[in-house]
């Protein structure tokens, strides 16, 4: 009964699209395999016709032929029709899995957009313009502290008058501190422009002479 009408299907075990297209490739190569059988059949036949004389053998080796040769075209003609039927369930197949991938990729997208909703629920425009001019005004009040801690808080009034008077005073004390050294080192100390007694007269003329 089950090779008549085939085995009852039990519930959720349909077969899917690339169950059905492997049973279709099973059936076209099995297809494939008798068509090569008969090919290799009449090929021997024809072989025997151009051998044997015209006459009832000849008729009869050509009534055969003809049997194989319808035989091997209805082959041909389910196998053609299997091939198209697999080729319509593999373009079927590939829509149905680019469906699946755009379905997950907008899935994803209404799930990224719902997430974003989300998040700038808690986020405007403003609240981030105000965030910024605080934090801008909380560092011009820094640069404010700095600038005060920076002063200088030594505030002498100095008369420019005074400063050339002293620096004066400074120099006079500095020539009056030299000339008064001066007199105490002793003589042979103090710088002299005259030659010491050892120094030959002739001699420095000789030499400035030579010059």
């Known amino acids: 009964m089950h090779r008549l009408f085939g085995k009852k299907q039990t ?53 055969r032929a003809m049997n194989i040769l319808r035989q091997k075209k209805m082959y041909e003609a389910q196998l053609q029709q299997l091939q198209q039927q697999s080729f319509n369930m593999e373009q079927a197949a590939m829509t149905t899995e680019s469906m699946k991938n ?43 502290f700095n600038d005060i801690l920076g002063q200088n808080t030594a505030n002498v009034d100095v008369n420019e008058e005074e400063l050339d008077a002293e620096l004066e005073a400074l120099q006079q004390e500095a020539s009056f501190g030299g000339d008064q050294l001066a007199q105490e080192q002793p003589s042979y100390l103090q710088p002299s422009n005259e030659l010491p007694n050892f120094v030959d007269e002739e001699q420095l003329e000789a030499a400035n002479t030579a010059q």
């Open 11 to 63: 519930a959720g075990t349909a077969p899917s699209l690339t169950d059905a297209i492997d049973s279709l490739d099973k059936r076209s190569d099995s297809l494939e395999v008798k068509i090569s059988k008969l090919d290799s059949q009449l090929s021997v036949f024809q072989q025997k016709i151009s051998n044997t004389r015209p006459g009832p053998g000849q008729t009869t080796l050509k009534q």
């Open 102 to 144: 755009t379905m997950t990729t907008v899935q994803t997208m209404q799930d990224t957009a719902r997430q974003m909703k989300s998040q700038s629920k808690s986020l405007s425009i403003e609240k981030i313009e105000r965030l910024q001019d605080q934090i801008q005004d909380y560092m011009d009040t820094a640069g404010e």
